[in-house]
């Protein structure tokens, strides 16, 4: 299994994809069609097969990841509850034949507590394996794996308009209306549909409250981690692209025009000493902090785990670096998993 075999999934959901990507299944017809040979290929490593039993020796029960299984209608949902898992820390795997599950499950187990939760998105693009995954989940189950299966409900209505929306055709409907493709999608996952842990209705949902109700079957009782990343930059080198947040440091002196601190820069713990004695930096850090506090739960709220905040000031060298190396400090402390990136410390 390789990284690409693991790329999220949620730009390919026509209802629930914040770029409006296609409709799941249009795009990966040539997957569908891979042939019996190449799945038994799979599983074969060297010309040796590899074992299905993630109980095989050396590998200890404890070590078995957990396993969610993600089907249901196409374009209702799928790709975001997959990307909301994977952002909760899951590993998630798209389209993955069926017959590989349990072969997926066994490399996990290996991983020596690496990969402890694994998400697999199954649906009718690799309807050619899907007759296996009932003799799959009973391999699973006969060892003691600890799965879940989650199956994304919509209307007829709101499927035919996220179709319409993108003016995609549904992957099965071949010759005919889409109505068509969803009723034989409909009839191919019902038996699946019966076995689900947790059926979600997604007809009058949007992106952010399908990712809401993930996040409150799987993120357990803590809430959902924000990460962010605090930057400092110059000015003059232009604004950070992937900047959600700027703050301007330049209404604090400037430490570049003190000789003896010139050719230090924000590490340093005399500039540090400097900026921070200025009248209103402390204050700034204080109610910037505090305004972030604000920011981040709205941010969990709407779904949002990644945010970058960029402070900046005319080199990116000293105040820049001082306040940002606090403000990471702060929210580290606060319990947000941060990482500081001086962009342009050292360009001049």
Request: with cysteine.
């Amino acid at each position: 299994m390789t990284e690409r075999d693991a790329q999220p999934t949620a730009q390919r959901d026509p209802a629930f994809s914040e770029s409006q990507g296609e409709p799941e299944g249009t795009h990966d017809a040539g997957r569908q069609d891979q042939p019996q040979e190449a799945q038994a290929e799979a599983v074969q490593d060297n010309g040796a097969e590899v074992s299905t039993d993630a109980t095989a020796a050396g590998v200890p029960e404890a070590a078995i990841p957990e396993l969610v299984i993600i089907s249901g209608m196409s374009g209702a949902g799928r790709s975001t509850a997959a990307k909301c898992l994977e952002d909760l820390g899951w590993f998630v795997v798209d389209n993955l034949p069926p017959a590989l599950i349990p072969t997926m499950v066994e490399l996990g187990a290996r991983s020596q507590g690496n990969v402890a939760r694994i998400a697999v998105v199954v649906d009718v693009r690799g309807r050619r394996f899907f007759d296996n995954l009932r003799e799959s989940l009973a391999d699973l189950d006969s060892r003691s794996v600890t799965r879940r299966i989650v199956f994304l409900e919509s209307s007829d209505d709101a499927l035919v308009r996220r179709f319409e929306s993108v003016r995609r055709p549904h992957p099965l409907q071949g010759d005919g209306r889409i109505v068509d493709g969803i009723a034989a999608e409909r009839e191919l996952l019902r038996e699946l549909r019966g076995d689900a842990d947790l059926v979600i209705d997604t007809s009058s949902l949007n992106v952010h409250e399908l990712r809401a109700k993930m996040d409150a079957q799987f993120a357990g009782e803590e809430e959902p981690e924000l990460r962010a990343t605090v930057m400092s930059f110059g000015f003059k080198y232009g604004l950070p692209v992937d900047a959600d947040l700027v703050a301007d440091m330049r209404f604090l002196p400037n430490p570049h025009w003190v000789p003896e601190l010139r050719p230090y820069t924000g590490l340093n713990e005399e500039v540090s000493a400097y900026v921070f004695n200025q009248p209103g930096a402390k204050e700034f850090l204080d109610r910037y902090a505090e305004l972030l506090r604000l920011i981040a739960t709205g941010y969990r709220r709407e779904g949002k785990r990644y945010v970058t905040i960029a402070i900046g000031c005319t080199g990116g060298k000293h105040r820049s670096v001082a306040v940002s190396e606090k403000l990471a400090a702060r929210l580290s402390a606060e319990g947000v998993e941060t990482v500081v990136v001086h962009r342009d410390m050292g360009r001049e």
